[in-house]
């Protein structure tokens, strides 16, 4: 979760990596977590990049909920997902998001989501 200016305003970072090369596929910063973005970003990242034979996930409901179970699905990835509760179930996406949020250029507050999204796409 990314601070906006105020103390109420905050962006969340959508991100896909390849775990082999911790390359970013896809990432997004959106104002709210919904199916609908996921799909969306899930089905441009599988256009540019090809659909993985595995794509791991977290448990958040955008990432279990049905739209997106039949996306993925219907493009032939196969699911998997974190263990409730295990920490180091994804450890790479885990690592780049501390990365990202404890980098010294990384601003404590961003001015408005268009600045969140500059940012991160030049950290990126």
């Known amino acids: 979760m990314l ?8 962006y969340l970072l959508y991100l896909a990596i390849d775990v082999f090369s911790r390359y970013p596929v896809a990432w997004r910063i959106e104002y709210a977590e919904t199916t ?4 969306q ?3 441009a ?9 595995v794509l791991h996930a977290d448990n958040g409901a955008s ?18 997902y974190s263990r409730p509760r295990v920490s180091d179930d994804n ?9 990202l949020k404890y ?10 989501i268009g600045h969140a999204r ?3 796409e030049q950290f990126l």
Not at 36 to 39: E, G, S
Not at 45 to 53: D, Q, T, W
Not at 104 to 112: A, I, L, N, T, V
């Open 63 to 80: 990432m279990r909920s049905h739209a997106l179970i039949a996306a993925l699905d219907e493009a032939g990835a196969c699911r998997t």
């Open 45 to 53: 990242a599988f256009e540019k990049y090809g659909v993985p034979l």
């Open 41 to 43: 970003m899930f089905a």
């Open 103 to 112: 980098d010294s250029s990384c601003p404590e507050r961003f001015d408005g």
């Open 91 to 99: 450890p790479f996406s885990e690592s780049l998001f501390k990365t």
């Open 118 to 120: 500059e940012w991160t």
């Open 36 to 39: 609908q973005i996921a799909v």
């Open 3 to 10: 601070q906006g200016p105020r103390k109420q305003d905050r």
